[in-house]
């Protein structure tokens, strides 16, 4: 009986997490031990020029430099704790990439009211915003929809704290 429990358990997870992607059109929306880039939305490679602060750089993209605000992420202001941190993160992150791919989301406007194109920011095969929720160099925010990867981010929060409270204990 436990053994039977225990498969309906495994089912219905897999089943909700079909269902959840299969809600956003998305192939491979993500697997448990990482997230891969949809094959249904717009991408640029793009070459890193400079970082403005954490959560927003200047790419080079089709013969220009391109401001480029990261999606559902917010890093700390010049005045406030934290921002040389988030800062020299992100910087480190981008300067060190072999590739750098910007992806839009459909789910949100293509740029912002400063013009700053918004976009998921994948360094090699990771999500830069994944990678900086987990650092702990930002806080998920400015979600105005369901963007692709937002529940990807909690669940990489909630890892993170989880991870944090195991040591501390």
């Not at 089943?15 to 448990?32: C, K, R, S, W």
């Not at 249904?40 to 605000?69: S, W």
């Not at 013009?115 to 990678?131: G, P």
């Not at 925010?141 to 195991?166: A, G, I």
Request: proline share 2%.
């Amino acid at each position: 009986m436990r053994r039977l429990k225990k498969k309906l358990k495994y089912i219905i997870i897999i089943l909700l997490a079909t269902l959840g992607a299969l809600e956003h059109d998305i192939v491979n929306y993500f697997t448990p031990s990482e997230i891969t880039m949809s094959e249904k939305t717009v991408k640029y490679d793009v070459r890193y020029r400079y970082i403005l602060d954490g959560d927003t750089a200047v790419f080079f993209l089709d013969g220009e430099d391109v401001t480029v605000r990261f999606l559902a992420v917010d890093t700390p202001e010049i005045d406030e704790e934290g921002y040389t941190e988030a800062k020299n993160y992100t910087d480190r992150m981008l300067r060190n990439a072999n590739k750098i791919t910007l992806e839009l989301d459909p789910s949100s406007p293509d740029h912002d009211k400063f013009d700053r194109l918004l976009a998921w920011v994948w360094v090699d095969k990771d999500l830069l915003q994944a990678k900086m929720v987990e650092n702990k160099t930002c806080e998920i925010r400015y979600l105005f929809n369901e963007y692709l990867y937002t529940d990807f981010l909690y669940k990489k929060q909630k890892e993170t704290e989880k991870n944090e409270n195991s040591v501390t204990q």
